[in-house]
Nanobody
Framework: QVQLVESGGGLVQAGGSLRLSCAASGRPFSRYSVGWFRQAPGKEREFVAAFSRTGVTIYYADSVKGRFTISRDNAKNTVYLQMNSLNAEDTAVYYC???????????????WGQGTQVTVSS
């Protein structure tokens, strides 16, 4: 079992930055596929960024490429999402997710955090 806890959300002006954290407990995070997803009001949850299980490959949604950076600190069992140049379209609840294996799609992830709200004011 893995428990995920997100933090770092909040209210920020357009053009600003936030760093989200996803702290894992229960098992070492280093061999898990880990991803960030978000859900805006009235929309389906969508992929944002992810590490492959080995941590070698990183994936980003086109909408965040060049603005968001996913990183991990295995010693702290934590994954981060640095978000720069935020705009109103980034407003959403952001979720961290993990899977002890390969994860190709959102439904592959079987551990989810409770989410953290990010609100970007224009």
């Amino acid at each position: 079992q893995v428990q995920l806890v997100e933090s770092g959300g909040g209210l920020v002006q357009a053009g600003g930055s936030l760093r989200l954290s996803c702290a894992a407990s229960g098992r070492p995070f280093s061999r898990y596929s880990v991803g960030w997803f978000r859900q805006a009001p009235g929309k389906e949850r969508e992929f944002v960024a992810a590490f492959s299980r080995t941590g070698v490959t990183i994936y980003y949604a086109d909408s965040v490429k060049g603005r968001f950076t996913i990183s991990r600190d295995n010693a702290k069992n934590t994954v981060y999402l640095q978000m720069n140049s935020l705009n109103a379209e980034d407003t959403a609840v952001y979720y961290c997710a993990a899977r002890a294996g390969i994860a190709s799609e959102q439904d592959d992830y079987n551990y989810w955090g409770q989410g953290t709200q990010v609100t970007v004011s224009s």
